[in-house]
């Protein structure tokens, strides 16, 4: 399993930018495909965005599309969501995932997971 460290997350005001960051340990990184969920106060953990291993392939829940963005660089073995025009709706504890090869946008394929950054966004 990979050691994941998330980091980023903080206070807006709506319309506001924040860019979260997952460290992974350096082993076998480039083998895994990398995931940002969310979960809300009261709410399921949710699927925000997913990327695969080499960066050619991402997913994104309908709720961020055009406003959020997965990013990875495997030489720093870390993992970016760049979220843009936050609204309070966002306002959640935000995690980072990793699981094996292929992307998906289930939390139970996902097998390691970081300890979450806390986003607030204020209107």
């Known amino acids: 399993q990979e050691q994941l460290l998330d980091s980023g997350g903080g206070s807006v005001q709506a319309g506001g930018s924040l860019r979260l960051s997952c460290v992974a340990s350096?082993?076998?990184?480039?083998?895994?495909?990398m995931a940002w969920f969310r979960q809300a106060p009261g709410k399921e953990r949710e699927f925000v965005a997913t990327?695969?291993?080499?960066?050619?392939?991402?997913n994104y829940a309908d709720s961020v599309k055009g406003r959020f963005t997965i990013s990875r660089d495997n030489a720093k073995t870390t993992a970016y969501l760049q979220m843009d025009n936050l609204q309070p709706e966002d306002t959640a504890l935000y995690y980072c995932?990793?699981?094996?090869?292929?992307?998906?946008?289930?939390?139970?394929?996902?097998?390691?997971w970081g300890q979450g950054t806390q986003v607030t966004v204020t209107s």
């Open positions: 995932a990793a699981r094996l090869f292929r992307i998906s946008t289930l939390s139970t394929d996902f097998t390691s």
């Open positions: 990327i695969s291993w080499n960066g050619g392939i991402t």
């Open positions: 350096a082993r076998l990184f480039n083998n895994y495909a």
